[in-house]
């Protein structure tokens, strides 16, 4: 029967992990703190709050259960705002994938001019808050003065200008188009990272087989890039989902709700309005936060599915 010696623990090592546990939790306490009270608290005050009516003033919030579900379940706003809010996900997503995957193709290349200053130029407006971009846009669409119609007045394209902000049928358009400018940068990054992941010697052997640029494009990077694709798609769709900065100093959700994204339907009903309910902006807003989930759990599936495709190959 062998004998179990007991591990021996060096004198001071205990003392030591001790003192190493208490420094890290000294130093998680600040970000914990900060976490519970601007993330944590908020979100349980939004599900409270939902079930009461309350505009902000009021001592105490009066319970009123699942009134202001069926309210806004029942108001025709909120699914305008909604289909507006997936329409923009519908145009931005497919649009700011596809033109990012082939840039990246383009300045991955090592023949590439100038790449790095390229990639550089591109990545620039991500780090631009996005408050200032739409402060900005408001300028440079502006059908009086803006460049952009300046430039379509001297090609004789335009004569009378365009009010791209202020009509219904192009202010939508608008704001997704500077969307995918502000963020195209970051999407380009995800592309020239999942290119980076391909086998400089799988490109060398499809040269040696008389492959040209286009089957190997085909028949070699886009397969490999397939798991990227879902990773990125899903990426995009859930940031395409956080637009509120952008439409809100672009657009505040006109002309006629035209651009009203959910984000602002609940940001007017909680501080715009006239009588603020933030209960109801609460519901509104637990609604779309149950949809954002929705879609994490999808991106959490895909990602795992991709996982285990790769892991099969």
Same mark, same amino acid.
């Given at each position: 029967?062998? *004998?179990?010696?007991?591990?021996v623990?060096?004198a =001071?090592?205990?003392?030591?992990r ?17 976490? =519970?009270?601007f ?5 349980? &005050?939004?599900y ?7 505009n ?8 009123i ?5 069926? #309210? !806004?379940?029942a108001?025709?706003m909120?699914w305008s705002s909604f289909?507006?809010t997936?329409?923009?996900?519908l145009?931005?997503v497919p649009a ?7 840039i ?5 290349s090592p023949?590439?001019?100038l ?5 550089? @130029?591109?990545?620039?407006? $991500? +780090?631009t808050t996005?408050?200032? $971009? &739409?402060v900005?846009?408001?300028? +440079?669409?502006?059908?009086?003065s803006g ?8 090609a =004789? ?5 365009v009010?791209?902000?202020g009509?219904?049928?192009?202010a939508?358009?608008t ?5 995918v ?7 380009l990054?995800?592309?020239? *990272?999942?290119?980076?992941? !391909?086998p400089? #010697?799988?490109? #060398? ?7 040209g /640029? ?7 990077t886009?397969?490999?890039?397939k798991? %990227?694709? $879902? ?7 859930e940031a395409?989902?956080? +637009?509120?900065?952008? $439409?809100?100093?672009?657009?505040n959700?006109?002309?006629?709700y035209?651009?009203?994204?959910? #984000?602002v339907?609940?940001y007017?009903?909680a501080?715009a /309005?006239? +009588?603020?309910r ?5 519901? *509104? ?5 149950? %949809?954002v989930?929705l !879609? &994490?759990?999808?991106q959490?599936?895909?990602m795992? *599915?991709?996982?285990?495709?790769r &892991?099969? @190959?």
């Open positions: 029967m062998t *004998a179990v010696i007991p591990a623990i060096p =001071g090592a205990r003392p030591r001790d003192r190493t546990t208490l420094y890290i939790w000294l130093f998680l306490t600040p970000t914990v703190l900060l976490y =519970g009270a993330t944590i608290y908020p979100i349980v &005050g939004s409270v709050y939902s079930l009461t009516d309350w902000g003033f009021d001592a105490s919030p009066s319970f259960g699942l009134a202001n579900y069926r #309210e !806004v379940l108001d025709p909120f289909r507006l997936l329409a923009f996900m145009f931005a700011q994938v596809l033109a990012t995957l082939l990246a193709i383009v300045l991955n023949r590439m001019p790449r790095k200053l390229f990639r550089t @130029a591109l990545f620039l407006p $991500v +780090v996005t408050a200032i $971009v &739409g900005v846009m408001q300028f +440079v669409f502006d059908p009086a460049p952009v119609n300046l430039a379509l007045r001297g =004789g394209l335009a004569p009378d200008g009010d791209f902000l009509q219904s049928t192009t939508l358009g704001t997704i188009g500077v969307y400018w502000k963020w195209f940068g970051i999407t990054v995800y592309w020239l *990272a999942a290119l980076q992941t !391909v400089h #010697e799988v490109y #060398e052997a499809a040269r040696l087989d008389g492959a /640029a286009l089957g190997t494009l085909r028949y070699i886009m397969p490999l890039l798991p %990227f694709l $879902v990773i990125i798609t899903l990426l995009s769709i395409s989902l956080q +637009v509120f900065d952008l $439409v809100l100093t672009m657009t959700g006109g002309p006629f035209s651009t009203e994204v959910i #984000e339907y609940i007017r009903w501080f /309005a006239t +009588v603020p933030l209960g109801y902006a609460s519901a *509104a807003a637990v609604l779309f936060g149950l %949809f989930c !879609v &994490g759990m999808l959490l599936l895909a795992r *599915a991709t996982r285990r495709t &892991g099969m @190959a």
